[in-house]
Nanobody, 126 residues
Framework: QVQLEESGGGLVQTGGSLRLSCAASGRTFSRSHMGWFHQAPGKEREFVAAISSSGSITYYTDSVKGRFTISRDNAKNTVYLQMNSLKSEDTAVYYC???????????????????WGQGTQVTVSS
């Protein structure tokens, strides 16, 4: 089992930056592919970024390419999401999630992720 806890959310102005962290407990973290999702009020949970278990492969949704960077430190059991050039449409609750299904496809969808954190709120104000 993997337990996940996000941190690092907050209020930031348009164009600002935040770094989200997701601390994991459990012995399977280093074998898990990790993903970040976000969910705005009244909307479905959407994929943001994913990173393979080794950290060698990353994948992003088009709207965050060039602005967000996903990374992980398996020695610290932590995955990160560096968010730069934030926009108002990035406002949402951000969740990290873990899966052990094969990497491809890199965005299999919400249902393929087994473990989820409680989420952290990111609010971007103009």
């Amino acid at each position: 089992q993997v337990q996940l806890e996000e941190s690092g959310g907050g209020l930031v102005q348009t164009g600002g930056s935040l770094r989200l962290s997701c601390a994991a407990s459990g012995r399977t973290f280093s074998r898990s592919h990790m993903g970040w999702f976000h969910q705005a009020p009244g909307k479905e949970r959407e994929f943001v970024a994913a990173i393979s278990s080794s950290g060698s492969i990353t994948y992003y949704t088009d709207s965050v390419k060039g602005r967000f960077t996903i990374s992980r430190d398996n020695a610290k059991n932590t995955v990160y999401l560096q968010m730069n050039s934030l926009k108002s449409e990035d406002t949402a609750v951000y969740y990290c999630a873990a899966r052990t299904t094969p990497w491809y496809p890199p965005n299999p969808g919400v249902k393929d992720y087994t473990y989820w954190g409680q989420g952290t709120q990111v609010t971007v104000s103009s």
